[in-house]
């Protein structure tokens, strides 16, 4: 049958993979493709788990009203001349 893709098939895909890639890589491929693939379940139902672990906390509220910032003064910085060997100041 043209287009099935059985059981030795996957077992030769899974072969081919493992010389490929070796088996230090594979689980870290597998959990990356677990992620992506929660990710995109997540978006394409509309549940995300951010606003489920977000919804039992408490909201922030200011208690303390604006302080304005200091003036900040700038310092006078007063350099002395730079001299060379071969320049006179006289």
């Given amino acids: 049958m043209p287009g099935f893709v059985g059981v030795p ?5 899974l072969l081919v993979v493992l010389i490929f890639f070796g088996p230090k890589r594979l689980p870290e491929m597998g959990r990356s493709l677990g992620k ?23 909201t922030a509220t200011h208690t303390h009203e604006p302080v304005a910032p200091e003036e900040v003064v700038p310092e006078t910085i007063v350099s002395e001349p730079v001299r060379h060997e071969d320049d006179s100041l006289t």
């Fill in 9 to 13: 098939e996957l077992l030769i895909l």
């Fill in 36 to 58: 992506g693939l929660r990710e995109f379940k997540d978006s394409v139902t509309g549940e995300h788990k951010d606003d489920q672990t977000l919804a039992g906390l408490p």
